[in-house]
């Protein structure tokens, strides 16, 4: 296979989106082709930036005629290979990146929807739904760099899911340019609409296999008055799911996120802050970061969660805790959850996994994978974090002190495997939030459902019958 493109069909591309929109310089494209944790590294001379749904739909619309593979791309933080170009057979692809298409069309406050298009950057929205008095609720660490598009396509979900749901909860419509060049135009701000299949969920999470998502329509919530949130330790996982039960009957919809952190986990953020400093004053075996959002102002959603933590800390659910008091505090205890996987990389290389099972089942998961972990191999170190609220759990293990990391490395299948098998034992998922991509396509062949497998096959060949799309992801 090559990537190559001859100067022919490069300038092809350059008549629909002008020179702005064509990059063939290594070192433009370089950032592009690697994934952000180095495990692959993709292969393309080419990358086309469309500004409009117009080029976008033109561009896919020659790539049909040529034959030529479709890679999507966004801010290119997914973690699981999804946009890398991958070399599948002699068909040539380009990276198509949504960059330019970074227009927000229409804030509709009394409606509650913003209509944005999918190179928007996730932070850019968040601001700018603010800034009308409203909530775009989707929220995960990576939102300075992720890009709308690539949140839908991957279904992300981060630190907000246990109230808001995940990405494909958040939209009410969506544009999309189909693999033959066509354009669903379904970009309604509507919450009612019964017409037969709800064709845009089709797209959302399809990891960019279906077609190019160019625009959605995506609900807007009103923005919370008061804000409270704690750091609070714990004996262990089961007292936490405890307390989570406890929080969801006692707070309501206010509880907004229920994080949860191993005691190594807040010790790798603490050192990956620059600090030595501990919020707590002794060290404790785990963790939850808990959010609460209210209609009420600070001082009363405060007040709120300070009693709800009383009344537990006298009946010994909660070991110690600290609320944040101010804007500085809350954003320094968020970066400690969100520093988690970078700070990682200090104790050297990670075999990681992003599971999910029951809520109830999450204490039983973490006991059941600690033990073969420990037991297969000996001082390695499991990092366990993630959102417990939606059973959502980054079960990541990190290289024993004494061991290469070539060595460690090598047992990552098997590991994978194993973890992954004793998550789906306990009815859960191997693959929760991060998606398929090119990382876990084996995974998905072993223990997806077989005729799951079977309806999304015949669902990828009735849109994208010559495989354009992404090729070579999901399947
Ligand atoms: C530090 C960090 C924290 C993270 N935390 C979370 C988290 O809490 N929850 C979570 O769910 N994820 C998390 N992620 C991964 C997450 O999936 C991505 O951050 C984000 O949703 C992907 O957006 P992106 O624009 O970077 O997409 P990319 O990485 O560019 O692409 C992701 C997938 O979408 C496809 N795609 C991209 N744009 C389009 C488009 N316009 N049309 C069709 N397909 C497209 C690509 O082909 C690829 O398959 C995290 C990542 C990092 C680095």
Redesign the pocket.
């Known amino acids: 296979m090559t990537s190559d493109f001859d100067v022919g069909t490069v300038d092809e591309f350059q008549s629909i989106v002008g020179p702005a929109g064509i990059a063939v310089d290594e070192d433009v494209l370089e950032p592009h082709l690697l994934e ?1 944790r180095g495990l692959f590294r993709g292969e393309t001379s080419l990358m086309v930036m469309p500004a409009t749904t117009g080029e976008a739909a033109a561009v896919i619309g020659l790539c049909h005629r040529r034959g030529i593979g479709v ?10 290979g ?2 890398v170009v991958q070399s599948t057979s002699a068909a040539p692809q380009i990276l198509l990146n ?1 960059r330019r ?1 970074n227009r927000i069309r229409e804030l509709d406050a009394g409606n509650y929807t913003i209509t944005a298009e ?2 928007c950057i ?1 932070k850019t929205l968040q601001e700018r739904a603010t800034e009308a008095d409203r909530l775009f609720p989707l929220s ?3 939102e300075g ?15 907000n899911v246990l109230r808001f749901g ?2 494909r909860d958040l939209v009410l419509g969506l544009e ?1 340019v189909l693999p033959d060049g066509r354009v669903l135009e379904a970009l309604r701000g509507l919450r009612k609409n019964n017409t037969g299949y709800d064709l845009k969920q089709l ?1 959302i999470g ?4 279906l ?4 625009a959605a329509t995506c609900k807007l919530f009103p923005l919370p008055r008061g804000v409270a949130t704690a750091l609070i330790a714990l004996r262990d996982p089961e007292a936490a799911i405890a307390l989570y039960d406890l929080a969801r009957s006692r707070l309501g919809d206010e509880l907004v996120a229920f994080e949860l952190l191993s005691r190594l986990a807040l010790e790798l953020a603490i050192a990956g802050q620059g600090n030595t400093r501990d919020p707590l004053d002794e060290p404790y075996h785990w963790y939850v970061l808990l959010e609460l959002a209210s209609a009420h102002d600070h001082e009363a959603t405060h007040t709120a969660l300070e009693s709800f933590m009383q009344q537990y800390i006298e009946a010994g659910v909660i070991q110690n805790a600290v609320i944040a008091h101010s804007e500085t505090q809350r954003n320094r205890l968020w970066q400690l959850r ?1 520093l988690v ?2 700070a990682q990389q200090q104790i050297g290389a990670s075999i990681k996994h992003d599971i999910s099972v029951p809520v109830s089942k999450i204490g039983v998961f973490i006991e059941r994978a600690s033990a073969w972990i420990t037991g297969r191999i000996p001082g390695c170190r499991v990092v366990a974090f993630g ?1 417990l609220g939606d059973g959502n759990i980054h079960f990541n293990i990190s290289q024993p002190q004494d061991m290469s990391a070539e060595v460690f490395l090598e047992q990552w299948g098997a590991v994978n495997r194993e973890v992954h098998g004793i998550a789906v034992d306990l009815g859960g998922s191997f693959s929760a ?3 398929i ?1 090119l990382l876990k396509i084996d995974e998905l062949k072993r223990l997806g459902q077989h005729v799951e497998l079977e309806l999304m096959k015949t669902i990828k060949l009735a849109l994208d019958p010559e495989g354009i799309m ?1 090729p070579g ?1 999901l399947f």
């Open positions: 952000r890679v999507p791309q966004g801010g290119n933080t997914g973690l699981v999804g946009a949504a298409l999918a190179g996730l995960l660490a990576a760099s992720c890009q709308l598009g690539g949140n839908l396509a991957s279904n992300a979900g981060g630190t995940n990405a999309v797209f399809a990891e960019g296999t077609g190019f998502i160019t969100h996987s970078e959102h939030e991060h998606g991509g992404n992801k």
